[in-house]
């Protein structure tokens, strides 16, 4: 530490806090310590009384906060990635579009094992919003050393917004008792709604007897009319006359899972037709507002395959508790 005339010390660092006294109008800490001192300070620093300041000697490797965060926050980010400094050595990371945003956990693994650099981010495989805030960073100390901060950025991106393809999506709807005009299907309404949210069209909507052949003949229709998705509702237990699994396996789709570990959910189906998602959508997805539909969905939206694996990671975390304040897709994987 040393002491500088106030005119000379443009660029340095201040060493401790400084208070300003307004009679009547303001009493608190005008800057800061770590606050590196601009040419718009000085006449502020000398109507406080200031003629001298006690400054930072700092070495040629060192880095002030603000210089690291903004850096590391910098390779951190991926496509689609806004970065916001908020002072005090803090950066922001922001949505810079609507879509999924995805997080390369080991990357972020690796760059906190740093005790010296600090980053937290909401949960993966969640919709985001333009301009909602992903992650934050900054460092521990007021200065790193540059290896530091070096082997943070070696790290690489690892924090991206995907943004959701609009596809064509078609609709299979099972039961004979909506087959046969007993009842009104109500579920096909419900996800033209939550396709157009994500920004996909349910561009056909075809009805289907508790037949095996028929479900896998309206699949390959759909297929045929170039459908890039396909959603199949109705008959997804495991009572015998629900027959929909074993239609959608006549259609030649290779299932990845059948049952999915999340509530609700779990009768869920994922299988692919060539490189078509076919997902079988339980009822759970018209009565509840957050569901499997919307862990899984927009992750097909975002051109990602996913795969049994993946699924059955969900069982960790995969539980909707069905939260008062529930404002999905923001709250991740249904906490809250």
Do not use: W
């Amino acid at each position: 530490m040393k002491t500088v005339l106030v005119e000379n010390a443009v660029g340095t660092v201040l060493a401790h806090d400084l208070t300003q006294i307004i009679p009547g109008e303001f009493k608190g800490s005008r800057f800061q310590k770590g606050h590196v001192v601009e040419e718009s300070d000085i006449p502020v620093l000398l109507s406080m009384g200031k003629k001298h300041l006690f400054v930072l000697e700092l070495g040629a490797d060192d880095v002030h906060e603000d210089d690291a965060a903004r850096r590391i926050a910098a390779a951190a980010a991926g496509p689609n990635i806004d970065l916001l400094p908020k002072g005090e050595g803090k950066v922001e990371l922001r949505a810079a579009c609507d879509g999924l945003l995805k997080i390369d956990v080991d990357k972020l693994e690796a760059l906190i094992e740093d005790d010296e650099v600090m980053f937290a981010a909401i949960h993966e495989n969640v919709m985001v919003r333009k301009g909602e805030q992903l992650a934050g960073t900054r460092v521990i100390p007021l200065f790193v050393k540059e290896a530091v901060v070096r082997r943070a950025e070696s790290v690489g991106p690892f924090v991206e917004v995907k943004p959701l393809r609009p596809l064509k999506v078609g609709l299979v709807t099972t039961g004979s008792e909506i087959y046969h005009h007993l009842i009104e299907d109500k579920f096909g309404d419900i996800l033209r709604r939550k396709f157009e949210a994500l920004g996909s069209t349910v561009f056909e909507q075809l009805f289907a007897d508790d037949d095996d052949q028929m479900i896998a003949d309206c699949i390959g229709s759909l297929q045929a009319r170039g459908a890039d998705l396909i959603a199949v509702t109705g008959g997804m237990s495991v009572d015998p006359d629900d027959r929909t699994p074993a239609g959608i396996r006549r259609a030649g789709v290779q299932i990845e899972t059948y049952g999915a570990p999340i509530l609700p959910g779990a009768m869920f189906l994922l299988g692919y037709l060539g490189e078509i998602p076919v997902v079988g959508l339980p009822g759970c997805v018209m009565y509840h507002k957050v569901s499997v539909f919307d862990l899984i969905v927009p992750r097909l939206l975002a051109g990602e395959r996913v795969t049994r694996k993946a699924v059955k990671k969900l069982g960790h975390g995969g539980l909707c508790r069905n939260c008062q304040t529930c404002t999905y897709p923001n709250c991740g994987f249904g906490k809250g």
